[in-house]
């Protein structure tokens, strides 16, 4: 069973409320009491009952939220609609809104899967004072155990039992299990106090939870599973209310949230099948959490970043928006983002820029020194904005040992083919109008080896020497002179047809006597 009271109102907008129900099909008034002659002659509307209720009200000047807005559900249709709406009745008069003349609006809902019903009344009764409201929702629990026959204490005691046979490693995942058993933990000079319905239940020495608490359980896997199943329910859910909802009900997890209700900034899980707490910043961030917004709007919203990203630094490259983008797990390649199992093009001139830049990385990888090299490198990647490469005002260390490498192999008089040695080290020769360039790839190192003074001459390839070719029958061959006579012989025509026959290839024409009919 649960009960509540929910906010008080001066204009009684409940009523409004449960009228607007009405008007869906998904409710019905049940009752209508002490309303004087209204409805007498006709079903009366909302702002008829909401007139009545602020003229009954006015007897008392000193309430300036007279609604009373309660609600009764249970547990699926554990009790009939006629069974909580006499709960309910009890639970009034007890409550102090049993008396002769109160006005009363109840009202049934069928819009959810359990038994549902709605009172409105107001909190002055009828001689015009003010109903007793101190300790309200203390009352209401003592109430509602009174009613139930509920032994409180037994019970805080059996969910105590409960929670200590959980996996937790701290009190704060210890205060979580009991909040989610409707619980309100907290502990003050090595006591835990445990509180419901407003009043404190049990207490017990801190050191007695201390005992349970199990160090360094971690559940990689399962992790893995809830970070799964958390974006997924995220993504079909409105607000945090409902996921909670959600994962409660089809897989018996808890979500407890800490902070303020619209500002929480974490929370952790409380995995009732397995009886493990589990802190979500290991399962996911809860700004991830509770980012209820739809894919696509993930996507613009990434999209967005990017262009602003492009905008403040126009040469970012494919690498550093991959590192702004992690937290969010998501990443972008040849111009299309991947986020969540999902993928989505980039605006082109997105992609455009941003390949362009992988580009020009590329080139300042070589540190050209000047404009020449830069053109020339900025030709050979494809850059059409040679003006965004920086130029770097020395060469680097590699570059001067390369040098010194080169000038080892061309003044080396014993190296025949020098294109070959260079090649060797990763070098390939470019000549580009007036000048030649040695470029390793691989080392991003480029040399101009005319400016360097390298004798180019040995650049050159030399020129083949052509072999004289042999005379086809020469004179001096004996084998020649031995099948020239064969050829000439007594016999040479058998000896032809034998070789013929040979170069057949297929025996079986000639063993089914098929190359005679031939």
């Known amino acids: 069973m649960i009960v509540t009271i929910l906010p008080g109102s001066s204009n009684f907008h409940a009523v409004g409320y449960n009228e607007r129900k009405v008007a869906k099909g998904v409710a019905r008034m049940l009752e209508m009491q002490n309303f004087g002659t209204l409805g007498t002659f006709g ?4 702002e008829e009952l909401v007139t009545y209720f602020q003229e009954y009200t006015s007897r008392n000047t000193r309430i300036q939220k007279a609604q009373f807005h ?56 009828p001689d015009g004072k003010k109903i007793q409201h101190d300790h309200e929702r203390r009352r209401s629990q003592e109430v509602i155990d009174r009613i139930l026959g509920n032994d409180r204490k037994q019970k805080v005691e059996q969910d105590l039992d409960v929670a200590k046979q959980y996996t937790f490693s701290s009190f704060a995942q210890f205060k979580a299990i009991m909040t989610s058993m409707g619980y309100e933990v907290y502990q003050k ?23 349970l608490y199990k160090k360094g359980y971690y559940n990689r896997a399962r992790n893995r599973q809830l970070r799964s199943i958390l974006k997924k329910y995220r ?61 696509e709007q993930r996507f613009d919203r ?37 986020f969540n199992g999902e993928s989505r093009p980039l605006k ?23 404009e020449v090299e830069c053109d020339l490198l900025c030709k050979i990647y494809k850059v059409n904005r040679p003006d965004f490469v920086a130029l770097s005002s020395e060469w680097p260390q590699s570059h001067s040992d390369a040098i010194n490498r080169l000038r080892e192999i061309f003044n080396d008089e014993t190296i025949t083919s020098v294109r070959s040695s260079l090649r060797e080290e990763g070098f390939i020769i470019r000549q580009e109008e007036d000048a030649t360039y040695a470029i390793n790839f ?25 072999q004289q070719p042999h005379p086809k029958h020469p004179a001096n061959n004996p084998l020649f002179r ?21 170069q057949k290839g297929n025996y079986d024409d000639i063993d089914d006597g098929r190359t005679l009919k031939r």
Not at 43 to 46: D, E, G, I
Request: hydrophobic fraction near 35%.
């Open 43 to 46: 079903k009366p509307t909302p």
């Open 348 to 370: 082109p001139f997105m992609a455009e820029a941003i390949d362009r830049n992988n580009r020009i990385e590329l080139v300042e990888k070589y540190q050209p020194t000047t």
């Open 235 to 295: 993504d079909i859910s409105s607000n945090k209310e409902e996921l909670q909802k959600e994962l409660k009900t089809k897989f018996g997890i808890d979500i407890v949230f800490f902070g303020k209700k619209d500002a929480a900034y974490g929370y952790i899980l409380v995995d009732h099948a397995n009886k493990t707490v589990i802190h979500g910043a290991r399962v996911l961030a809860v700004e991830e959490l509770l980012d209820f917004a739809t894919p």
């Open 302 to 338: 990434m999209e967005d970043f990017i262009d602003r990203l492009l905008t403040l630094n126009p040469k970012i490259t494919q690498g550093e928006i991959f590192q702004k983008l992690k937290k969010h797990h998501a990443y972008i390649k040849k111009g299309v983002i991947y």
């Open 482 to 502: 031995h099948n020239k006579m064969r050829d000439h012989g007594e016999g040479s025509h058998d000896e032809k047809r034998e070789w013929e026959v040979g």
């Open 442 to 466: 691989k080392k991003h190192i480029i040399i101009n080896l005319s400016e360097e003074g390298f004798n180019l001459e040995r650049l050159k390839r030399k020129p083949i020497k052509q």
């Open 189 to 211: 000079d090595g006591t835990v106090f445990v509180k419901h319905g407003g009043k404190v239940q049990e207490k017990l020495p801190l050191s007695d939870i201390e005992a």
């Open 70 to 125: 309660v609600a009764f559900s249970c547990k699926g249709h554990e009790m009939t609609e006629a069974e909580l709406l006499d709960f309910a009745h009890r639970y009034l008069s007890e409550m102090g809104y049993g008396e002769e003349g109160q006005p009363l609006l109840v009202y049934s809902h069928y819009d959810t899967d359990n038994t549902h019903l709605h009172i409105v009344t107001s909190r002055i009764a």
